[in-house]
């Protein structure tokens, strides 16, 4: 027993400039007000797995305290980062931003396994940053799913026997929505009215494969609104995927790339930068922090974050004309993590849904409960992932929904597998939507009416 | 041991690796205990074995809820083992027509609260914690909690307890009619900080929900302003539903942070709620307004919807926590003091702090005369901890010289253990220990904890504590 913590007994283990700030850490008074909003906590019920618990882990190795052994890798591993700690913390202790420090390191020091690291390369590194590449593994995608393989390798259940994780993923995998978005297709939508602002967006890595209409729809709704909306050709992924798993330097890559594809160096900026995906919006809106120690971009990268707006902000920000076509349905909206918890936004998205004639929304119990999707979280933890999707499926039942909302094409899929997983009188029939897709629908509503 | 450990409950609820032990070894105090395994039972069977075990091995046994406390309550003095309740966290029964609640002792106080909120009810012990803070801790620290100025604090919400003593033994005790005959053992146990034994089923009391609830916030100009009002308020026979005060420092901390709409310029403003039928709150509510605005406020006003209310709520709530924005550490205090000696306490307070060059927050159930200032400190600077500690004995000191008592609802745990002679006589504290001797074999239960000293638990702790009793005189008894 003792009153402050025993002196170090060895040199801090950090390598990298991105090492968690000892400061930030320090904003830590180990209330413990966290614990019950995470889901790892409420899941394994063990404080090593918990916000406060991780930041003490933290902090020991920052002290020297203890090594960085496997054990306390994985209780870093375990972290979803929906960051509800954060929603929930009184000492606005930026434990995101710790958790990426923390990755980082790990993934500087080279903690986890060589196959994972592998892949990771493979992946994250060989496809991701390259648009063609993703469009290529899109068209694959297709290919598997049209020509009925997908199908027969579902029903077989054979995957499910020689490979359980790829039987997963495989359950997770988007279906390939064709025609894919393509960046040129904003030019197509008239405008309504005067020209009010002009926005660019954010198109990103899997939705224009995966969630085509959720881009048309967003185009379509601001056009409407007199927002003009393009979308940069040179664009890439945004990076939160390799942010979040500690591959800080790709990140920086992707980062640079974006910012010169939307702000190449001119005074000619947009008024917004647009995103309709929460999980790359709070990144992109990170792209400040993340290029902090770039003499070249820090300042260009503050001026790219500063103009970043989520889609349900930037609507009820510039004003949005009240849809008329009626829409008899009962939608639950389920907070994105990175929506709520890390941007804040909470009421936009609502407001957009209840400006809907007909539709009802009715709020399940924990709406800003993670619904266990966090970006590769699924595919990698698994087995945590699956426990904390059933109790938000449970949670979604209870409410008298017949469509879940949500904000982020991570959360779509994951929620898309919970309800072929658990709606077993086959209630919700649609898939999961945005938002933005239900408003657009009922302006088109509208419009049929009144033509 | 935590090899049988783990034989009885399993290798996933044993914690003891090095690197994991160091993740409970604090609560929400500076304090720090180091245990030497963590077990984590999901039954009563679970707490029954694991205390067995621990006996045959006389290992010190601290139980412990979310870690929250703020006595040091839940730390591993001693060493030994922490039995961590948070897996038993199912609400077992919610009797709506008898209004009780029958839960495991890790059900989260909130939780509970938004059970009970469905069926029209409410539990209404609502410390600040609430959102984590499980309903064992509560018991073990007879929590209280702004509302509990008219409801009574945990103690008038427990009706009866399954306790596991300590030496494995389970029983009930209490029942669920109001009044049992006999000595009331559930108030025993309700406050008993774990040293008695392990509560592993609490049969709670739940109230109606309050049809109409009235949100107060009133500015004031000077803290006496405000300590006057308070005592003006509760003077006047009406008993708000919670009557709290937030001093300027506390402001500075949460404003920026949680938005609640407090004036960063007053020195002080008073959250009063006053619930029940609708007719009734506004009368009351308006007879509060008149008394709150003899007081030259600077404003009062009312929360007109449940979100403006909340945030107001959030304000004082978060108020602790939002303190990390000013300094790194806190060290928060718990006092009571009779409620008319509040403005010269505070006086003090204000004193002393300044005399210790140490920034103090205030924010306390100001109808309760339950003072918590908050000293704001650094821990890495030489010397604060121990000028921090020094000034907190001179407040608690100020306190017990106002005819108070040092703690209102933290508990004494590990933390003010060395002050209880400073309001008990050697005869009384003898008596208290005889009280928890006839619980059985309780030496090894969260041991150093409520009396000073006790065998075995060392010198290092609390020195400090030692020294401010050599400075106010060794038999400073009230």
């Not at chain 2, 949100?215 to 004031?220: E, F, G, H």
Request: hydrophobic letters at 40%; proline letters at 6%; a negative charge.
């Amino acid at each position: 027993m003792s009153i402050s913590a025993p002196p170090p007994t060895t040199e801090p283990l950090w390598l990298t400039e991105d090492r968690p700030d000892a400061g930030e850490l320090g904003l830590c008074v180990h209330c413990g007000f966290c614990l019950n909003a995470c889901p790892t906590y409420h899941d394994l019920g063990v404080e090593t797995d918990s916000p406060r618990g991780r930041i003490a882990l933290m902090r020991g190795l920052d002290d020297g305290r203890i090594a960085w052994s496997p054990r306390v890798q994985r209780h870093f591993d375990q972290c979803l980062q929906c960051r509800a700690c954060e929603t929930a913390c009184p000492s606005k202790v930026p434990y995101g931003r710790l958790m990426e420090a923390t990755r980082a390191e790990a993934f500087a020091q080279q903690k986890w396994p060589r196959r994972q690291r592998l892949i990771w390369r493979l992946v994250m590194r060989g496809v991701f940053p390259y648009p063609r590449r993703l469009r290529l593994a899109g068209y694959g995608l297709k290919l598997y799913q049209r020509s009925g393989l997908q199908f027969l390798v579902r029903r077989s259940g054979l995957l499910k026997r020689l490979a359980p994780r790829l039987a997963e993923i495989d359950a997770l995998s988007p279906s390939a929505r064709r025609p894919f978005f393509a960046n040129r297709d904003t030019a197509r939508e008239p405008l309504r009215g005067a020209v009010r602002a002009r926005a660019a967006l954010v198109t990103g890595c899997m939705m224009p494969l995966a969630f085509p209409e959720t881009h048309r729809a967003t185009v379509r709704v601001f056009a409407r609104n007199g927002v003009a909306v393009s979308a940069p050709g040179a664009q890439v992924c945004c990076g939160a995927l390799h942010a979040h798993g500690g591959d800080v330097e790709a990140a920086r890559l992707l980062a640079r790339s974006n910012i010169d594809a939307f702000t190449p160096e001119s005074d000619d900026l947009p008024d917004a930068i647009l995103i309709n995906a929460a999980g790359c919006g709070s990144h992109l809106k990170e792209y400040g922090h993340l290029l902090r120690n770039d003499p070249e971009y820090a300042q260009r990268a503050a001026a790219f974050a500063a103009r970043v707006r989520d889609v349900h902000e930037y609507l009820v920000e510039v004003g949005f004309s009240p849809p008329a076509g009626r829409i008899e349905r009962t939608v639950t909206y389920q907070d994105s993590c990175h929506l709520s918890h890390a941007q804040g936004i909470r009421k936009p998205p609502r407001e957009v849904l209840r400006s809907i004639p007909g539709l009802t929304l009715s709020e399940m119990r924990t709406p800003d409960r993670c619904c266990g999707s966090a970006g590769l979280y699924s595919v990698v933890q698994s087995e945590i992932s699956q426990r904390v999707l059933a109790e938000k499926m449970d949670d979604v039942l209870s409410t008298s929904a017949e469509q879940i909302c949500t904000a982020n094409p991570g959360c779509m899929l994951q929620l898309d597998a919970g309800i072929a997983q658990y709606d077993r009188q086959g209630r919700m029939m649609p898939r999961s939507t945005h938002a933005i897709e239900l408003l657009d629908e009922s302006y088109r509503l509208g419009d049929e009416v009144d033509a | 041991m935590v090899r049988e450990l783990i034989e009885a409950i399993g290798e996933q609820a044993v914690v003891w690796h090095d690197e994991d032990l160091l993740v409970y070894e604090y609560d929400g105090t500076i304090d720090r205990g180091n245990p030497d395994v963590i077990a984590l039972p999901k039954t009563t069977d679970d707490v029954v074995n694991l205390i067995r075990i621990a006996n045959r091995y006389d290992a010190p046994v601290t139980p412990r809820g979310a870690g929250t406390g703020l006595s040091g309550g839940a730390l591993a003095a001693k060493g030994g083992v922490i039995i961590g309740m948070n897996r038993m966290s199912t609400i077992l029964d919610l009797d709506v027509e008898n209004k009780t609640a029958l839960v495991q002792p890790g059900v989260v106080n909130l939780d509970l609260g938004a059970e009970a909120e469905r069926h029209g009810l409410a539990y209404a012990p609502d410390p600040s914690s609430q959102r984590a803070c499980t309903i064992g801790g509560n018991v073990a620290e007879n929590a209280g909690g702004p509302h509990t100025l008219a409801w009574g604090t945990t103690t008038n919400h427990v009706l009866a307890l399954e306790l596991v003593t300590a030496d494995g033994e389970v029983q009930w005790i209490g029942h669920e009619t109001r009044d049992e005959p006999g000595y009331d053992l559930v108030g025993c146990v309700v406050g008993s900080e774990g040293t008695v034994g392990i509560v592993t089923q609490v049969l709670v009391r739940l109230v109606p929900r309050p049809t109409a609830v009235r949100t107060m916030l009133a500015v004031y100009d000077s803290v006496r302003q405000a300590s006057d009002a308070v005592s003006a308020v509760v003077a006047s026979g009406i008993v708000p539903a919670a009557l709290e005060m937030i001093d300027k420092m506390t402001i500075a901390a949460v404003e920026p942070v949680l938005n609640t709409g407090f004036p960063l310029d007053a020195e002080a403003v008073l959250l009063v709620e006053v619930d029940g039928p609708e007719s009734q709150v506004e009368a009351e509510g308006a007879r509060v307004e008149g008394i709150l605005n003899r007081f030259e406020p600077r404003e009062v006003r009312s929360a007109t919807d449940p979100e403006e209310r909340e945030t107001l709520w959030a304000g004082r709530k978060g108020a602790i926590g939002a303190l990390g924005q000013i300094m790194p550490n806190y060290y928060l205090l718990d006092g009571v003091v009779p409620r008319t000696t509040l403005p010269d306490v505070l006086d003090g307070v204000y004193e002393i702090a300044e005399r210790y060059r140490l920034p103090v927050a205030n924010m306390f159930h100001a109808g309760d005369g339950n003072l918590h200032p908050c000293l704001l400190f650094d821990e890495r600077e030489p010397g604060a901890t121990e000028r921090v500690l020094d000034a907190g004995g001179e407040i608690m000191r100020l306190c017990v010289d106002a005819g108070g008592a040092i703690t209102g609802e933290h508990g004494v745990g590990l933390e003010k253990r060395d002050y209880l002679p400073w309001i008990f006589t050697e005869d009384d504290m003898d008596t208290m220990k005889s009280l928890r001797a006839a619980f059985g074999p309780t030496e090894n239960f969260n041991p150093c904890k409520i009396f000073p000293k006790g065998h075995g638990c060392g010198e290092a702790g609390h020195q400090h504590a030692q020294h401010q009793i050599a400075k106010f005189g060794p038999k400073a008894f009230v």
